[in-house]
């Protein structure tokens, strides 16, 4: 990620531009936004696929010591357990396993549907400026 992040401020410094937009420099279309977006967009493949798995995650509950050994005590309950307060004296090692699980959990959820909505944002701003262009006002002073 860091290489194409690299390509992408050179090819942007040095003014490059790739085949699908060779001869249009005179039109304003800025090809970098392109690269923006594409970034952006696999923002949003990555940050959807850390949510995906951090839900995963959440609705299997904590790998854990009970009773009968080291399992996953809350596999079969599909979420379930995180309103049965009362269940979650089944694990008895590590301590304050499924409290951290959840918090844990909660936050990449949170996080990565924030990254999602940033980015799906950033592309539909950077295919709005590719294809609009940014145009700015001048505001003229009333003549006297």
């Known amino acids: 990620m860091i290489i194409l992040s690299a390509v992408l401020l050179l090819v942007d410094f040095y ?3 790739s ?3 060779a001869g249009r420099q005179s039109y304003n279309i800025h090809c970098s936004r392109l690269g923006s977006a594409l970034f ?5 493949l ?17 790998y854990c010591r009970t009773e009968t050994g080291w399992s996953y005590p809350f596999a079969n309950t599909a979420g379930g357990y995180l309103v049965v307060y009362s269940s979650w004296s ?21 996080l990565s549907a924030l990254q999602v909505i940033i980015c799906i ?3 539909i701003y ?3 400026a590719m294809m609009c262009g940014t145009h700015k006002i001048l505001a003229q002073p009333d003549p006297i």
């Open 15 to 17: 003014k490059c531009s």
């Open 19 to 21: 085949s699908c937009c």
């Open 40 to 44: 952006a967009l696999l923002g949003v």
């Open 46 to 62: 990555f940050s959807g696929y850390s949510l995906i798995i951090s839900s995963l995650g959440l609705s299997q509950g904590p």
């Open 90 to 110: 089944q694990c008895l090692e590590p301590g304050n396993v499924v409290e951290w699980n959840i918090i844990l959990f909660s936050i990449l959820i949170a």
């Open 121 to 123: 944002y950033k592309i």
């Open 126 to 128: 950077d295919v709005m």
